[in-house]
């Protein structure tokens, strides 16, 4: 049983930039960040392997998000820039115990309990 932890969303303005952070109780392979709106499914937003720090993003955040790891803290980032009203949502990390990095939620065993991301103009 993997426990995750998010924080550091929030209300940002058009453009802004916001951290957060996914404190995990143990390692698994690999740990991604999934946002949801409402109405709308989950969709996969970025991903990283723990063994080798190799990432991949969707296409609607790559250029502007970026996620990393910390090794000793057990903790993921991500990093956005540049956001926009699109990227409201309730931002979510999970874990697998594989390591390819699947944008199928569905693939994830373990979640955290989201945290609120809002982007307002």
């Known amino acids: 049983q993997v426990q995750l932890v998010e924080s550091g969303g929030g209300l940002v303005q058009l453009g802004d930039s916001l951290r957060l952070s996914c404190v995990a109780s143990?390692?698994?392979?690999?740990t991604a960040w999934f946002r949801q709106a409402p109405g709308k499914d989950r969709e996969f937003v970025a991903g990283?392997?723990?063994?080798?720090?190799?990432?991949d993003y969707s296409e609607a955040v790559k250029g502007r998000f970026a996620i990393s790891r910390d090794n000793r803290k057990i903790t993921v980032y991500l990093q956005s820039y540049n956001l926009k009203s699109e990227d409201t949502a309730v931002y979510y990390c999970?874990?697998?115990?594989?390591?390819?990095?699947?944008?199928?939620?569905?693939?994830?065993?373990?979640w955290g309990q989201g945290t609120q991301v809002t982007v307002s103009a």
């Open positions: 999970a874990t697998r115990n594989d390591y390819i990095i699947s944008p199928e939620a569905t693939d994830y065993t373990y």
């Open positions: 143990g390692r698994t392979d690999v």
């Open positions: 990283i392997r723990w063994r080798d720090g190799v990432t």
